[in-house]
DNA sequence: GTCTATAGAAGGATAGAC
DNA sequence: GTCTATCCTTCTATAGAC
């Protein structure tokens, strides 16, 4: 199936999706997205009525894959350290492929609130806990992982992988001067990351 | 210049810093800074010509202050170890009282990073390496800390610092469903990312 | 379903009075 | 220096032909 032949619909939906990622809502231009697509302006009036229901149907869908990625971190059946493993694996690649969905995302989220809390209402987060102590408690015990701490080092964990993708645009200034090659280090911090959580949690609170 | 003349100034200035973080460009109105400031719209223009001045204005004051809290870092004459203490308190503390600086920042940098580019030229940031050499050279063989490994590592501590509030919006819809109090929180980041990366740094890459 | 043409509103910027 | 009035462009959205 090529380019020509896709349904307008679809076109039209990775088109804004292209321009709503890179301009974000306020930016973006309904004249832009048209051009992208190859139609008519009055086209995506006809198939989403108006500005605002298309950018919800993009912010929707790259939210609800965007935490899809997480769940099945919980699915595989190992340790907590290959779990970290693997989370930064998958993750940092997934965004190595999207690299401009962080930074659209919290963006978005910060200028407008509500628009997640929709998102949310599919998905459980307040058995965080208790799936972690019925699958890792021996060695969420070990690594003296408390109730309390857990905000902390989630927010660690995914900070590591998330901000390089939301500081883009500055890190790659510094990088320049630092003469540090952007995407190698992308590459560099899967590893990277893993070993700096595993050995933080390793080393906190040990006596 | 006039008192009168700076008063004015200095009044739209403020509520243009107000109104950009919490838009940002493309977002942000001239009317609202204007009725922000409680003048006239022309005087916006009077003072500062066009929409794109004014911003440049607000966007270099805001990149030049919060690069400049980082240079005290180097200053200090203590072990790496209060080093990143002191960064985390002074730092976090520094957010709190600007919580929309980070989004507002990183993304208006990765929408056109030509901006920051002119802020750096005044800083320097390739001679990173040897003034961290130069000052904790011991504990960096320690740490077995490399050269190659600085770029992972400085982003691995300002993104603990940094990412509570450029996801503050997703965060505090999170902690709500987790009973986590925001603001709580972040007090305890003061001391839990230092304890954190303290804790990493000791025992990565130990034999 | 797709186009052209245009309405209607908003926003940045300027002219000119005081 | 500050205001009112207004210009001009841009942008979302709709009407209507085919």
New binding site residues.
């Given amino acids: 199936m090529t380019e020509k032949d896709r349904q ?1 619909e679809e076109k039209i939906f990775e088109s804004a999706m292209e321009v709503f990622t890179e301009k974000g809502m306020d930016g ?4 832009d997205i048209a051009i992208h697509a190859g ?5 995506l ?2 198939y989403y ?4 229901r298309l950018f919800t149907a993009v912010f929707e869908k790259i939210a609800r894959e965007i935490f899809a990625k997480f769940a099945p971190v919980f699915d595989e059946n190992t340790s907590l350290e290959d779990k970290i493993r693997f989370f930064y694996l998958e993750h940092i690649t997934f965004l190595q492929n999207n690299p401009r969905v962080p930074s659209f995302l919290l963006n978005e989220i910060n200028r407008n609130p509500a628009r997640i809390k929709t998102v949310f209402d599919n998905i459980n987060i307040d058995n965080l806990w208790s799936m972690l102590s019925n699958q890792h408690g021996d060695e969420m015990r070990k690594y003296h992982i408390t109730k309390e701490s857990v905000p902390q080092i989630m927010t660690a964990i995914v900070s590591l992988s998330v901000f390089p993708f939301a500081a883009r645009g500055i890190l790659e200034v510094i990088f320049e001067k630092m003469d540090v090659n952007f995407d190698e280090y992308l590459e560099e911090r899967k590893k990277f990351a893993a070993d700096f959580v595993i050995a933080a949690l390793k080393n906190m609170n040990q006596q």
Same sequence: chains 1, 2.
């Avoid at 973006?28 to 004249?31: H, K, N, P």
């Avoid at 139609?39 to 086209?43: F, G, Q």
């Avoid at 009525?49 to 605002?52: D, H, I, L, V, Y």
Wanted: no cysteine; hydrophobic share 25%.
């Fill in positions: 307008t973006a231009r309904m004249q139609i008519n302006k009055s086209l009036h006809y009525r108006t500005k605002e």
